[in-house]
């Protein structure tokens, strides 16, 4: 909406507003229907609209060019003129006829467009602000929480094609970004729950629509399975059960548990069924098509150097197991069984609350017997066949923390190697990998090196629920100060970023790395 007054006092203005464009894509054309540009796209029913308010607008169209002349406008001293435009894109024909009356208030009504914009973004920044803890109160750290939630706000996607929920891209900037991810989903929704219950829900609906009848849920889907097909060689880390609760917690929406529990059951007992190599109880990543480097997908942590010498075996004809139980995987795992226990609580479901309890402190006593190695004080995964530790110190190792594990004596000793500026605690904390390790790759490294805030979320909040509150702050200061772009800048938020220096890499707009900022300034 553009409006322009003339503060002259004495004289009339003779302006001559247009407009002009040209496509960005080969494949997509201009035409004029119905007082409207219309941009088409070959061989698709997509289709895109210019509309304007005015309608003495003359149009100039060419297959690959628009120009809109408003032509000569004269404003009288102390008057005003003002006109609007819409652009918008709908996936089908018939979207764009159901967003017709839409289109067409927002042209007769344009203030009432803004006004009730405007009252959506207050919401939003206000309980995002009301949200955060005392020492992110000023004005800088409130910037922050803005942008974390701008970053979430714009990888935001309403349903469509084969996508019945809403839910989140990872990053709109990254051509290969542009679908709906399984633990991205599931950090996302966590975060989201701080300013909007309902989407947060949306999201997770999202991912359990493509949940199979055995319980799995695909790595990553799409609107449009012509573009780019779903991905169901692997699923990815079991963190939709920490996921839902917290949205619960947020929504106090016990239909909504009722709803995702016994999904969540059938996800959870998939993990057992399809990767458990061993049938011991201790589960493994891996992958349904017996491939190596979708099993590394599985875990999220897709080239990290606790895989190089990892490999595949064969459970049955539609699961595969890499050769090790990872550390990381049976803590989450654990963990469900405790917000299974919850939900099962709060449903009333006495019986299978004890049940999931009792699992997870079974499961518990496991991990702290059988991951832990004494003599480094790390957590470690462990390999099948002779169940020796695969040592390294890396970011798998503090997430018994992060699931409250760890005992006292254990976290302790993790704690000193997280802290320590050798290894973990960098100029930026905390990389994926010991920043002394000699395959440490700091610079566009992947799962080798860089700082990925969703691990730097888990070992922080480790170090705070297991009593190192204190050096919890001063990390996340540290973390929120040393990031390129992020305090007192108007940079975007990076997918991750160079431990040494705080070079922000790979894709922009990311919305984890949003999600996880903003989880470490809010209150829980």
């Known amino acids: 909406h553009i409006e322009i007054e003339n503060l002259d006092e004495s004289d009339e203005k003779d302006l001559n507003v247009s407009w002009e464009g040209s496509r960005m894509l080969k494949e997509s054309s ?4 119905n007082n409207q540009v219309q941009i088409l796209f070959n061989d698709r029913e997509h289709r895109g ?55 067409k208030d927002a042209l007769n009504n344009p203030q009432n467009v803004f006004d009730e914009n405007r009252e959506i973004w207050d919401l939003k920044t206000s ?41 989140l891209f990872p990053s709109y900037n990254y051509e ?14 966590v975060a989201i729950a701080h300013y909007d219950e309902e989407l947060a829900k949306e999201q997770i609906r999202a991912m359990y629509d493509f949940q199979d009848d055995y319980g799995m849920i695909a790595d990553c889907v799409y609107r449009d399975t012509i573009i780019e097909n779903h991905n169901w060689r692997n699923t990815k880390p079991p963190l939709s059960g920490w996921a839902i609760w917290k949205v619960f917690k947020k929504s106090q929406d016990t239909s909504f548990l009722r709803e995702m529990y016994p999904k969540l059951i059938k996800y959870h007992n998939w993990w057992y069924a399809y990767r458990d190599h061993n049938d011991n109880g201790l589960c493994e990543y891996g992958s349904t098509d017996g ?31 890499l050769d090790m139980e990872s550390v990381d995987l049976n803590a989450y795992l654990a963990a469900e069984k405790e917000y299974l226990g919850k939900i099962a609580e709060a449903l009333n479901l006495e019986e299978e609350s004890t049940f999931y309890f009792t699992e997870a402190e079974n499961l518990s006593d496991r991990i702290r017997d059988e991951f832990f190695h004494d003599e480094t004080g790390w957590f470690y995964d462990i390999k099948t066949t002779d169940r020796s530790f695969l040592q390294q110190y890396a970011a798998e190792g503090w997430i018994p923390l992060w699931t409250r594990i760890a005992s006292h004596e254990q976290a302790l000793q993790v704690a000193e190697t997280m802290l320590d500026t050798s290894h973990f605690n960098t100029y930026v904390p905390f990389p994926i990998l010991t920043s002394n390790h000699p395959k440490f790759k700091p610079d566009r490294g992947y799962w080798r090196g860089p700082v990925w805030l969703d691990q730097v979320y888990f070992g922080i909040k480790g170090l705070e629920y297991n009593g190192f509150t204190e050096d919890a702050k001063v990390l996340t200061h540290k973390v929120l100060k040393n990031l390129e772009g992020l305090k007192d800048d108007d940079g975007p938020i990076w997918e991750n970023y160079h431990p040494h220096s705080g070079k922000g890499m790979e894709s922009r707009h990311f919305s984890w790395s949003a999600a996880h900022i903003l989880l470490l300034m809010v209150e829980e």
């Open 30 to 33: 201009f035409s004029f229907f």
């Open 291 to 321: 491939s190596l480097i979708a099993a590394k997908w599985e875990s999220g942590m897709d080239n990290a150097v606790r895989f190089d010498d990892a490999t595949i075996v064969e459970n049955n004809v539609v699961a595969w197991s």
């Open 49 to 103: 609209s210019i509309q304007w308010s005015n309608s003495d607008v003359q149009a100039t169209i060419s297959d690959s060019t628009y120009h809109l002349d408003e032509g000569s406008i004269i404003i009288p001293n102390g008057g005003k003129w003002s006109t609007t435009i819409n652009h918008t894109f709908c996936f089908s024909t018939e979207e764009m006829e159901q967003e017709q009356h839409l289109l």
């Open 127 to 167: 309980r995002v602000i009301n949200s955060l803890k005392p020492e992110y109160a000023s004005e800088s750290y409130q910037r922050i929480a803005v942008k974390c939630l701008m970053t979430l706000n714009n990888n935001w996607r309403s349903k469509a094609g084969f996508l019945n929920h809403d839910g």
């Open 176 to 189: 290969w970004f542009h679908g709906f991810w399984a633990w991205d989903s599931w950090k996302h929704a």
